[in-house]
Every structure is written in structure tokens, then in C-alpha cells.
């Protein structure tokens, strides 16, 4: 196969092969996947890939960035010859049967040289220059959590306020009236400087400079079962800076509730200013938005029974446990098995999949999972106190609880001792413990004081509260 390589941006992907046309050929990757478009025939054919696709019924987007794998059936790849269509999107590079996709980003701004001049340009800016926020959650991996029910509620009541949203590509979809900028991008440096407010849930990485008129606003993402920051198991001067560094960025930090409150403040030494402790604005969804939409969505029937399984992360490997077989767990409780990996193994990993199985890993938003879901199962992740709001059963697969516990990272709290469900060790205990519904009742008053303590704010108004903050403090000017 001739090997190309296309510095500008391309729509479709186009494989050209002489001989009879093969049956079926496709573009396969960890998140995506797309079939080609077969014509001709006999002397010469031709498979045009298209490089956008819609996921979970929203527009067709450009394919995520990665390695994709080319597999064209009863054809030797090195006969071929690549003719792509130069539009808008991505930008390819062939070679053999690897496809690597990456964000329309032009190669001069992606060297060493390239991205100091950019910085360079950022740190020399004037900032905080207009009326405008700029979002990120999860690194631009996802357009959710905080930072999006933020956006949404913001978009309504100041439509004249500018929203950039950081993003890794162009498949991550942006809300309507929001502006994507691509990480690394020229744009996303001047985005980053010029806006007036910087909502993040997570570091802000790369080199940070504060503007004159500029503020932070860290909405975090997550109640903590597991130690943070300071807490963490072990002494490391270099990590002790890197937190206390990043937490003097923040003006202001937003907590789920009280408890959080209390955590953040000493995990991140983030004294002396302010912590607003309003419920999580990506719960309202929780209490007032509708299942049935989100189960069509991903075409779940409205009788079916959906399980939601939502491991965390762990520090010492970098893809999802496989604690779960998917397909055997849809088997044994008559299921439909979500499967959602944590932001942080969304590249690493691959989709699951299985008869009644749909990995949800890059579904947009999980409040909106926990919402179709009747049941979660989930370990150490901080979804457990945002489940919790519906008020529908919890399950805790821990296989490795002792090491995660004991060795790993550690806990502020048993889990054991106050989980609001059972803790189960094995698949075929978690099997049992879905098919004993008398399990709800046990732990009936462990749920009641676990939603005391953890979801007294989370009514449905958190983002109202948070935005009528944020204008009251003229963050940003309607």
C-alpha cells in the first residue's frame, strides 16, 4: 500500500484496489468504528471511508482521534493505493493497515518549537479581555459533569456571554451556541487567555498564567471515598508541590456538600478563600429530567432492566478492570449491562461488547447513565454519591478491597461499615446479591443516612445557585 499523509484535513478516506470488489471493509478503533462505502467492480473498486460518525442519535462528528485498524476482506493491503477527499475535520495518516486519526491541528503548531511559540503568545496576552467562560471537564476528554450543567444554565440566562469549550478533537460534541477549541490549538491558547472565567473540574495543566480579571472556578468531580491530593498514601515532596501549585490557581472550589467541604480544603490547601457548598449542578438531572429519553437514546426498551456498571480507576494499571464479564452478568439478571469506564481509561481501553451489552464509556454525560439505570454496581468510585440522589439500589463489587484499601489508595471512611448496598467479592455473589431484592430493604437505613449526609443540596437547583453566584460576583455580565 502507498503510505500518505495528509497535513490538512479530510472528510473521507478513500482505498482504491484492482481485481473483483471485496464483500465488506471498515475502519476499526477503541471508540468508533466505520464501514466503507464499496464501488466498482471486476477491473478496479474502490472503499470510501467516511471519516465522521453520530454516536448515542447526536450529529455526525468527526471520528475520535487514535489508531484505527484497516481490514478490507480477501485483500492484501499492500496492493492498494490511498486517495483521500480533502474537507474538514481530521487529519490522517496511512500506512499498511494502521490509520491514525488525530485533531485538525496544524503539524507546525504540534513540534517542541511550535507549542513554546504559542505559550510564548499566551503568557505575552492582556487576558481576561472578554466576556466570556472557558469550560473543560476531564481534560476535554468529555463536554459534561459540573462545568457542562454550568454552561446550560448560564446559556439561558446570559445568552450573550461567550462559551469556549476545551476539547481533544473535534468527536467531542460541544452544547448548542458553544465554541470548540482543540487543545493546543492557536485558538485554545487565546481562548484560555481571553476569557473573563475558567470553569474546570480538573487541573489545569500545561502552563497556567492568572490574567488581570480573571478568575477560576473548580468545580471538582466527585464526593471522595478514596484519599486526594495531600492525603494520598506515601510522602512525595514533588507531588506535594505539584498540589499546592495547582490548588493557588482556584479562586473558588465547589462541593457536593459539607463532608467534601471539609476534604478539599485540607487535600488541597485551599485556605482562605472560598468553598461553595451548593449540591452538583450535573445532579439536577437527577431529579428532573426523564429516563425514557435517555434509554431511547440508546435504544433500551422502557420494560428492560439496566444495570449500570461503573468501576473507578486504579493508580497502578492504566485500562478498566475486568472484574465483570458484561455478557455473562446480562445473562445471569435478565439485564441490559451498561459498562462505563472512568474518563481516565478512555483511551487506553476498548468498547465492550456482547449480546445485551453497550459500553457506554463515551456517552457524553453519566448523570445521564445513572439516571436510565434501575441499578449501579459499581467499587470506590465517586458515582456511588451522586446514584444515591435517585434513591435506587447500590452494588459494591471490591475483589480487590484489601490493596485498594490497605495498599493503593486508602479511604476516608469504612465502606464497609456504611456502604448503602452490598459489598460482594465475586460476579456470581453479585449475580445472587441482583437477584435477592430483599437487599434494598437491609439496607434501607444506611441509604437514609447516607443521603443525609451526602445529598442534602442536590434538589434539582444546584447550577441555579451556582450561576446566580457566578452573575451576582460579575464574574461574567449578562
Wanted: hydrophobic fraction near 40%; charged fraction near 25%; aromatic fraction near 8%.
Amino acid at each position: 500500500m502507498t503510505t500518505a499523509r495528509i497535513d490538512d484535513v479530510a472528510e473521507a478516506l478513500i482505498i482504491a484496489g484492482t481485481g473483483p470488489r471485496p464483500a465488506a471493509a471498515a475502519l476499526i478503533g477503541p471508540r468508533a468504528r466505520v464501514d466503507a462505502r464499496l464501488t466498482g467492480g471486476g477491473k478496479t473498486w474502490k472503499a470510501t471511508f467516511p471519516l465522521k460518525a453520530s454516536r448515542w442519535g447526536g450529529p455526525e462528528l468527526p471520528l475520535p482521534s487514535g489508531e484505527y485498524e484497516l481490514r478490507i476482506a480477501d485483500v492484501e493491503l499492500d496492493e492498494l493505493h490511498v486517495a483521500p477527499v480533502v474537507l474538514t475535520g481530521v487529519r490522517v495518516t496511512v500506512e499498511g493497515g494502521s490509520v491514525q486519526i488525530a485533531p485538525p491541528i496544524s503539524p507546525v503548531y504540534e513540534t517542541v518549537e511550535g507549542q513554546a511559540t504559542l505559550e510564548g503568545r499566551y503568557v505575552a496576552q492582556t487576558g481576561g479581555t472578554e466576556n466570556a467562560v472557558f469550560f473543560e471537564s476531564f481534560y476535554g476528554r468529555s463536554v459534561g459533569c459540573n462545568p457542562r450543567a454550568i454552561d446550560r444554565e448560564l446559556a439561558r440566562r446570559a445568552p450573550d456571554v461567550r462559551r469556549y469549550w476545551s476539547v481533544v478533537d473535534l468527536s467531542v460534541a460541544v452544547p448548542e451556541g458553544a465554541i470548540a477549541v482543540v487543545e493546543g490549538s492557536p485558538e485554545w491558547w487565546h481562548a484560555r487567555g481571553a476569557a473573563r472565567l475558567l470553569v474546570v473540574n480538573d487541573w489545569l495543566r500545561r502552563r497556567f498564567v492568572r490574567k488581570p480579571g480573571q478568575k477560576v472556578l473548580q468545580t471538582w468531580h466527585g464526593t471522595p471515598l478514596k484519599r486526594l491530593a495531600l492525603h494520598r498514601p506515601g510522602f512525595d515532596p514533588r507531588r506535594m508541590a505539584a498540589v499546592v501549585k495547582e490548588s493557588r490557581r482556584w479562586d473558588v472550589l465547589l462541593a457536593q456538600n459539607t463532608y467534601s467541604e471539609r476534604i478539599l480544603r485540607k487535600a488541597y490547601a485551599f485556605f482562605g478563600r472560598p468553598i461553595w457548598v451548593e449540591g452538583y449542578p450535573r445532579n439536577d438531572v437527577l431529579t428532573t429530567g426523564d429516563p425514557a429519553v435517555i434509554r431511547s437514546a440508546l435504544g433500551i426498551g422502557p420494560e428492560e432492566r439496566v444495570l449500570l456498571y461503573a468501576p473507578t480507576w486504579r493508580d497502578d494499571r492504566s485500562e478498566m478492570v475486568d472484574f465483570v464479564d458484561p455478557e455473562l452478568l446480562a445473562q445471569q439478571a435478565d439485564a441490559v449491562v451498561l459498562v462505563r469506564g472512568h474518563s481516565r481509561t478512555l483511551h487506553q481501553g476498548r468498547d465492550h461488547a456482547g449480546a445485551r451489552v453497550i459500553d457506554v464509556t463515551g456517552f457524553p454525560e453519566t448523570s445521564q447513565l445513572l439516571l436510565a439505570a434501575d441499578a449501579l454496581i459499581t467499587d470506590y468510585s465517586s458515582v456511588m454519591f451522586d446514584f444515591s440522589v435517585t434513591g435506587k439500589p447500590m452494588y459494591f463489587l471490591v475483589p480487590d478491597l484489601d490493596h485498594y484499601r490497605g495498599q493503593l489508595r486508602g479511604f476516608y471512611f469504612d465502606l464497609a461499615e456504611r456502604a448503602p448496598g452490598p459489598l460482594v467479592r465475586t460476579q456470581d455473589e453479585l449475580a445472587a446479591a441482583l437477584a435477592d431484592r430483599g437487599q434494598e430493604s437491609v439496607h434501607s437505613a444506611r441509604y437514609a443516612a447516607w443521603r443525609a449526609q451526602f445529598n442534602r443540596r442536590d434538589d434539582g437547583h444546584a447550577a441555579q445557585r451556582v450561576v446566580d453566584r457566578i452573575l451576582d460576583l460579575g464574574l461574567v455580565t449578562r
